[in-house]
């Protein structure tokens, strides 16, 4: 069987280096060191409000950067420009509210349908591979598909987070399972993210069907004790 892809995401080096206002962690550093040590893709959400990564960052990086960039997206019409600019070969669009510390749930597919669709069909111009970050809903795997998404993200946050407090999970799993199912009889191509541990990756990486996990926040703090290419090995071997 294959192997499950390994997505970094390395917003959270471009954290520490803003919190000092220096050029220094260099996200684009991270993005060489991941693709060095066996990621498959390396992810960076542009925020409005350019809490870490910038657009001097997406430049630099979708320059050097030989394994695919995954741009994070909001669907407004600023990110449209940037992305139509950029074409990175992944683009996930993410739901994004200013006041959220990350992004806390899964985008609303029935809200602003017609520019999600005018969006999606505009970024896939560029031969970009489009995801959109879901709850994991069979009602919103049948609308990403609607909208003529390729890929969809389901949001794994409520499960990382039962799991973090070792309540009981199995329910959020067989909802995640069947998401992935119905993702895959649909022709859509599944994603797992957000909130991503060695634990919990290992036990959704028992679910069949998903393609790609992207991991950010849990690796990049892993890093600091043991290193940026162990954390991505270990997830690397869960993975397999
Ligand atoms: N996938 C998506 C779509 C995200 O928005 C994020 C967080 O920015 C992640 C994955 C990674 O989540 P975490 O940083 O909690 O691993």
Redesign the pocket.
């Known amino acids: 069987m294959k192997r499950i892809r390994l ?1 970094v ?1 390395i ?2 080096v471009a954290t520490v280096r803003n919190a000092r206002g220096e050029n220094y962690p260099s996200p684009l550093r991270a993005a060489k060191l991941a693709e060095k040590n066996g990621a498959d893709s390396v ?1 960076i ?1 542009l925020r409005e409000d350019r809490r870490h990564i910038n657009e001097f960052d997406l430049k630099k990086i979708i320059k050097e950067l030989k394994i695919p960039l995954n741009l ?1 997206i909001a669907a407004t019409k600023e990110m449209l420009r940037i992305a139509s600019r950029s074409k990175p070969p992944y683009i ?1 669009i ?1 739901p994004e509210k200013r006041k959220e510390i ?2 806390e749930g899964g985008l609303n597919l029935n809200y602003n349908k017609n520019f999600l669709k005018i969006l999606i069909k505009r970024l896939k111009k560029n031969n970009s591979r489009i ?1 959109l ?1 879901i709850e994991p809903s069979l009602k919103d795997l049948e609308n990403a598909k609607k909208l003529g998404a390729n890929c969809v ?1 389901i ?3 409520k499960l ?1 987070n039962l799991i973090n407090k070792k309540r009981n999970y199995k329910n959020e799993l067989k909802k995640i399972q069947a998401a992935v199912d119905k993702g895959n009889k649909l022709g859509l191509e599944v ?6 541990t060695y634990i919990s990756a290992k036990i959704l990486s028992k679910i069949k069907g998903i393609k790609e ?8 703090g892993e890093s600091i004790f043991e290193g940026m290419p162990s954390s991505i090995k270990k997830f690397k071997r869960i993975l397999k």
Do not use: K, M, Q, Y
């Not at 994603?191 to 991503?196: N, S, T, V």
């Not at 996990?213 to 990049?220: D, E, K, P, R, T």
């Open positions: 997505g995401n917003d959270h992810t959400h994070e996930c993410v990350t992004t995801s970050f993200e949001h794994t946050g990382c994603h797992a993210g957000h909130g991503l996990f992207n991991i950010g926040h849990f690796l990049i």
